[in-house]
């Protein structure tokens, strides 16, 4: 592995009883990178999240972490007993052991330090996703792994949710691997996409869309300018068992081929 791979894929298979959920993907996360995982519903996106994480073994193949790997997770959802009375400080205070200004400077990487003495409870989705990236954050994170971050955010805000992840990226100068399903909210800085349907569909970088009207009629000009578009056509599409279906040539750029929504 080279010094700049975090972790490196090869061959990786993952089955469940007969089923196999993840079938031969390989792929490499790089120090600085964002990769953005995108596919249907139980295409096996937190199945191989999980496997990076190391909470999941490999049916077969192999999987790679450089040996100190730090890894900052958040997950979908967090269940908080909306009865246990609990600030973000306290809440962040549970998470890692990190100073009084750790716990500060991740408040304030993810813009929310005026959060800090505030009940969780009385978040705003997009509130709680940054007070749970800061939480992420708090173990310093050479890799940090989100599952689907912008859930329950509105547009605009799930906009500035992507933006902030890049300036953390830039800032921190880790790897990101993130689960999105919106694909045309991919952020102009995500390095690479990787369409999974259990095996990989495509991979590669996303491509800028600018000028886009419906694009800018949907998000406004400073959205629009931030969006990016991962273009991309299908060699094969899946039965209804889930099997590869070699394409035609004249249906190729047809992007429903890889089925669900993505
Ligand atoms: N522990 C498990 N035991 C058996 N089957 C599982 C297990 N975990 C996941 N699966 C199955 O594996 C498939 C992939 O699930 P996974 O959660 O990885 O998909 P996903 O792409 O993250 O889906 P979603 O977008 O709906 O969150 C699903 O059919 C799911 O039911």
Do not use: W
Request: charged share 20%; proline share 5%.
């Amino acid at each position: 592995m080279s010094p700049a791979t975090l972790v490196e894929i090869t061959s990786l298979n993952i089955k469940f009883g007969a089923s196999k959920v993840i079938d031969n993907v390989s792929m490499t996360l790089k120090q600085g990178e964002i990769t953005t995982l995108i596919g249907p519903n139980g295409a096996g996106k937190t199945t191989l999240v999980k496997a990076v994480l190391g909470l999941l073994s490999p049916t077969d193949g192999v999987i790679k972490r450089s040996p100190t790997l730090r890894i900052g997770y958040m997950p979908q959802k967090l269940q908080i007993d909306a009865t246990f009375p609990l600030t973000v400080e306290r809440f962040l205070k549970t998470a890692a052991f990190a100073s009084a200004e750790d716990r500060l400077q991740a408040l304030q990487s993810v813009r929310a330090e005026a959060l800090l003495k505030q009940s969780v409870h009385s978040l705003s989705g997009g509130e709680m996703q940054r007070v749970l990236l800061a939480r992420a954050l708090l173990r310093k994170p050479e890799l940090l792994v989100l599952d689907e971050p912008a859930q329950g955010v509105d547009i605009n805000g799930q906009i500035e949710l992507y933006n902030l992840i890049a300036s953390i990226r830039d800032r921190y100068n880790c790897s990101v691997l993130m689960i999105s399903h919106d694909l045309h909210l991919v952020m102009a800085a995500t390095d690479q996409v990787i369409c999974l349907n259990r095996h990989i569909c495509c991979s590669g970088h996303p491509e800028q869309v600018s000028t886009d009207p419906s694009y800018i009629e949907l998000f406004g000009v400073p959205g629009a300018e931030n969006l990016a578009l991962y273009s991309h056509h299908h060699n094969h599409q899946h039965n209804e068992h889930g099997d590869i279906v070699p394409l035609e040539e004249a249906a190729e750029h047809d992007h429903s081929h890889c089925g669900g929504h993505h």
